[in-house]
């Protein structure tokens, strides 16, 4: 007698979240298959079983056998994932990944796609409070030629169910700050805060995605090749199990990722590749130089007037307290990108020692530059002093991009 072997876990992939052009085919499986559909979850023990039973009932009776449903799980520690494998032999469509290591619902969307079969890709929540009788109409209208179908809460037949004034106001608030800020994204569709969606492949295939927090719709509008747009109407159903993950780190989160669209797409995102300049990591790295002129002064204040110290010591605390600021800012916002995959506290100290290093040399540089000026050219002394700063705050950001936040991953 043959003993039947439930199917391995997927491995999780790693590097950049970037969606493959061609399906990710395993041996023996079918070439292509119609349909992805990623449930990205994290402590969903008591909700996954009724989620995985209602998706293939519901799929079954349309587009039987031409679908997968993929579990993307966050090393739940209610051991959601194990759940979910355990169904595996009774649900053939069904395939089950543990990310170990990484977190984020954004980033665990991506990385279902990036093992998916499914010449389209979508995502649901894994709690029902997206109601899955929509995806049909969803799935049509990507069918019949939209890039990208979008659930919305906004639209004819569309609302929630049992809000508060507070969450109301906060969706609405998110949503108009984002229309300030990125008018070319959120303007294109009229629920930008949706988490329940399609996407043909081939329109986010190859391009290397930058999602911040939960709303990973933003990071595909925005950096997808998304012609056509279809919108469809659903009630967001409050959740029976479980507890809801949203919380003001998520409101956080999608301020700095429209900051960061607004930053690294459109104009800006042309005229860096013009320039080949990275315009958009020169002006966060602006905005933490002026924070540390702040702190610069406000230290300063500190220690003469209520410390009483003297001058020479004022001036060097408060400019290595106003250095180490800055480090930490670029270290955690303007070079994140290169800093997570540079982790442990013997490679922060190594950039923080660098960056120490190349600030006072940029010192130095400006007193040479004002004295240069001022006292040969005959320029007036406070245009030479911003001129000097110009060129300083430029040589900090390129020497410190170039040696302490280059890249050095090298494979041993």
């Not at 959120?186 to 190859?206: H, K």
């Not at 408060?318 to 994140?336: G, P, R, V």
């Amino acid at each position: 007698m043959s003993i039947i072997e439930p199917n391995p876990l997927l491995s999780a992939p790693s590097g950049a979240l970037r969606v493959p052009k061609y399906p990710a085919i395993s041996t023996g499986s079918k070439d292509c298959i119609l349909f992805s559909l990623i449930i990205p979850t994290y402590n969903e023990r008591d909700n996954i079983t009724n989620v995985i039973q209602v998706l293939t009932k519901l799929l079954d009776s349309s587009i039987y056998g031409d679908y997968e449903l993929i579990v993307v799980d966050d090393d739940s520690p209610d051991g959601t994932w194990e759940v979910a494998a355990s169904l595996m032999t009774s649900y053939p469509q069904l395939r089950v990944m543990r990310r170990v290591g990484e977190r984020g619902l954004s980033q665990a969307v991506i990385r279902g796609w990036q093992v998916a079969k499914g010449r389209i890709l979508g995502v649901i929540d894994g709690d029902l409070q997206h109601p899955p009788h929509v995806m049909l109409q969803l799935l049509r209208a990507v069918e019949e030629g939209a890039d990208l179908a979008v659930g919305s809460r906004h639209v004819d037949g569309g609302g929630v169910s049992s809000w508060s004034v507070v969450r109301r106001f906060l969706s609405r608030g998110a949503q108009v700050l984002g229309l300030i800020i990125l008018p070319g994204v959120l303007g294109r569709v009229s629920d930008p805060m949706s988490g329940y969606f399609m996407v043909q492949r081939n329109s986010v295939a190859e391009i290397t995605l930058h999602p911040v927090g939960y709303k990973i719709l933003l990071e595909i509008i925005g950096r997808g090749n998304i012609q056509e747009i279809a919108e469809v109407g659903y009630v967001f159903n409050e959740r029976v199990e479980g507890e809801s993950k949203v919380t003001w780190k998520q409101y956080i989160d999608y301020l700095r990722h429209l900051i960061r669209l607004r930053l690294t797409t459109g104009h800006l995102e042309r005229m860096n590749k013009r320039l080949n300049f990275p315009i958009g990591r020169f002006l966060r790295f602006g905005v933490v130089g002026f924070s540390g002129l702040g702190v610069d002064l406000t230290v300063f204040y500190i220690l003469r007037q209520i410390f009483e110290l003297g001058l020479t010591r004022s001036t060097i605390l408060s400019a290595e307290t106003a250095i180490i600021n800055n480090f930490l800012w670029n270290d955690i916002w303007t070079f994140h990108d290169i800093s997570s995959r540079q982790t442990g506290k013997g490679a922060r100290l190594k950039r923080f020692l660098k960056f120490n290093v190349i600030c006072l040399a940029g010192v130095i540089l400006q007193a040479l530059i004002v004295n240069l000026l001022y006292n040969v050219l005959k320029v007036n002394e406070y245009l030479a002093k911003l001129i000097a700063i110009a060129v300083v705050v430029l040589w900090n950001f390129w020497v410190n991009l170039k040696l302490s936040w280059r890249v050095t991953d090298v494979k041993k």
